[in-house]
């Protein structure tokens, strides 16, 4: 008997295409699957913990089975926390689909971010933004911060990636592909984001 992971990959393979995008982002379909785990997910960490599940099971009235069919499924190592990682490798879903789906699902940029100079799609700025987050949650040091972000946005979107975190005032003067630059304030920290063109 097929899991329904299986049966959500058969059947979201047969669907026709979806209308054309606008030219910077990608198409994305609807996808009700995505929709409980942002649902669930309320701290937009990208990782659904028990407690979260429990709540969402409250909510709406679900049987405790509920928890244990979702980390069955989705909880890949067996760590308790489901990771938007392991829940679209189960899917056959792409990590940048998912996360352009939760931004349409959102809505843009969160509004504690305070643009300072943007030279970019809104669906990449909300990638970086979501990118330093969890930088910020998993390190303190800046060094540290800005050396994960670097990494994750080479991965995603292709080398050379420059990060700069500063506090207080700056002066900046620079080089960068087009529609590939990002500044921002976020808590007391200020980003300087952007990509250099190919030597």
């Known amino acids: 008997k097929p899991d329904l992971a299986s049966v959500y990959r058969h059947t979201h393979h047969l669907r026709s295409p979806p209308p054309t995008a606008k030219p910077d982002e990608p198409v994305i379909e609807a996808n009700p699957f ?8 309320e ?3 990208e990782t659904i913990t028990v407690e979260e599940l429990r709540n969402y099971m409250k909510k709406n009235n679900f ?3 509920f928890i244990k069919k ?6 890949l190592n067996s760590d308790g926390v ?10 056959g879903l792409q990590m940048k689909n998912a996360r352009m789906y939760r931004r349409k699902v959102q809505g843009g940029l969160p509004a504690e971010v305070t643009v300072i100079s943007s030279s970019m799609a809104e669906w990449m700025q909300v990638i970086i933004v979501e990118t330093v987050r969890r930088a910020s949650g998993r390190f303190r040091d800046e060094r540290d911060i800005s050396n994960d972000i670097k990494q994750h946005l080479d991965a995603e979107f292709g080398k ?4 700069v975190i ?3 005032q700056y002066f900046a003067s620079y080089s960068h592909e ?3 630059s990002f500044f921002f304030k976020l808590g007391n920290r200020v980003y300087l984001i952007w990509k250099t063109p190919p030597p």
């Open 178 to 180: 087009p529609e590939m």
């Open 82 to 91: 489901i990771s938007l990682d392991e829940f679209c490798e189960v899917l």
């Open 43 to 45: 701290d937009g960490s």
């Open 160 to 163: 050379l990636w420059q990060v």
């Open 70 to 75: 979702w980390l069955k499924m989705f909880d």
């Open 63 to 65: 049987q405790e089975s």
């Open 166 to 168: 500063v506090m207080g």
């Open 34 to 41: 995505l929709d409980a785990f942002i649902a669930i997910d």
